[in-house]
């Protein structure tokens, strides 16, 4: 039933075929075929664009004792048959020296192979923050998908694929160091929209900066000499207790208070839409 949710954007033919990819047979039950490893050819649109080495070298190691256990999914195409799901198994053939491997065989066109590779790759694969947001932004201008149909078929919250293709906006620079794991997905959700992102992307890198203390810094970046003079700046007791909200809450926080005025602001700075949704759990709202 969870599962027919997921995927109900889809239509039923797509649902049934992600359906399939869950649940391929064993390599040697009804409707698997063994076709010859190199008449078997990668999907140029892949989602994936880099393979851990260390998880490559298990499979390598489990398909060399003990085969391809599960078929893959291809479809005929130029004279070939080419991959819908399973490259890394493929690879895996390819680097132990098999001459075939099993595949199931189905006939699919150009839309149902690029919209299967997207969703399959992003529900079950460890896809790089980067290779997810393209894969979101794929299926939404090209496929039609709205990010809350997204939710439903990847099972993700809204807010998670909101923020991931906030990430996009990064510039190409920092995204690269995103793809190679060179910077945290946490750093650059707080870079995105930052005037000197590289600057402040090379201090994190640098000086070893944690989440909150990028936040901290952009925040005084973005600071202001405000007027009248703000009274927490002189006043120990001010500055204790901005120091314990932000402690208690996790996140920045400014209080403001005039000077020789009772009155002020405190102003709490969330980094992403589930930060928001943490201060709302905590205050009660929503």
Same mark, same amino acid.
């Given at each position: 039933m969870v599962e027919n949710k997921k995927k109900s954007g889809l239509g039923r033919g797509l649902s049934a075929l992600l359906d399939?990819?869950?649940?391929?047979?064993?390599?040697? =039950?009804?409707?698997?075929v @063994?076709?010859?490893?190199?008449?078997?050819?990668?999907?140029?649109?892949?989602?994936? @664009?880099?393979?851990? #080495?260390?998880a490559m070298a298990e499979l390598v190691a489990s *398909? &060399? =004792?003990?085969?391809?256990?599960?078929?893959?999914?291809?479809?005929?195409?130029?004279?070939?048959?080419?991959i819908v799901a399973g490259e890394r198994r493929w690879?895996?053939?390819?680097? *132990?020296? +098999?001459?075939e491997m099993p595949v199931v065989v189905r006939p699919l066109?150009?839309?149902?192979?690029? #919209?299967?590779?997207?969703? #399959?790759n992003v529900q079950r694969a460890d896809l790089n923050a980067i290779e997810e947001a393209r894969a979101y932004h794929r299926l939404i201008a090209e496929h039609g998908h709205t990010q809350a149909v997204l939710a439903d078929i990847?099972?993700?919250?809204?807010?998670?694929?909101?923020?991931l293709l906030r990430l996009l906006d990064l510039p190409d620079t920092l995204q690269a160091m995103v793809e190679t794991g060179t910077l945290a997905m946490g750093h650059a959700r707080a870079l995105v929209g930052a005037a000197d992102a590289d600057t402040l992307a090379?201090? *994190?890198?640098?000086?070893?900066?944690?989440?909150?203390?990028? #936040?901290? @810094?952009?925040?005084?970046? &973005?600071?202001?000499?405000?007027?009248?003079?703000?009274?927490?700046?002189?006043?120990?007791?001010?500055?204790a207790l901005e120091a314990q909200l932000g402690e208690a809450l996790g996140m920045p926080v400014a209080l403001q208070v005039a000077s020789g005025a009772s009155s002020?602001?405190?102003?709490? &700075?969330?980094?992403?839409?589930?930060? +928001?949704? *943490?201060?709302?759990? @905590?205050?009660?709202?929503?």
């Open positions: 399939d990819i869950s649940s391929l047979p064993q390599a040697n =039950a009804p409707g698997v @063994r076709l010859p490893v190199a008449d078997i050819s990668a999907n140029p649109d892949q989602p994936r @664009r880099r393979f851990d #080495e260390q *398909v &060399r =004792a003990h085969g391809i256990l599960q078929p893959i999914l291809v479809r005929p195409h130029a004279g070939r048959h080419q690879r895996a053939a390819q680097a *132990v020296g +098999l001459h066109d150009d839309r149902q192979v690029s #919209e299967i590779a997207l969703i #399959e990847v099972g993700k919250s809204r807010s998670h694929i909101t923020n090379q201090a *994190v890198l640098r000086e070893g900066l944690s989440v909150r203390a990028l #936040e901290q @810094r952009m925040a005084k970046g &973005r600071a202001k000499p405000s007027q009248p003079a703000r009274q927490a700046a002189s006043d120990p007791n001010s500055e002020g602001s405190l102003t709490i &700075r969330f980094a992403d839409l589930d930060q +928001l949704d *943490v201060l709302c759990a @905590r205050l009660g709202v929503g």
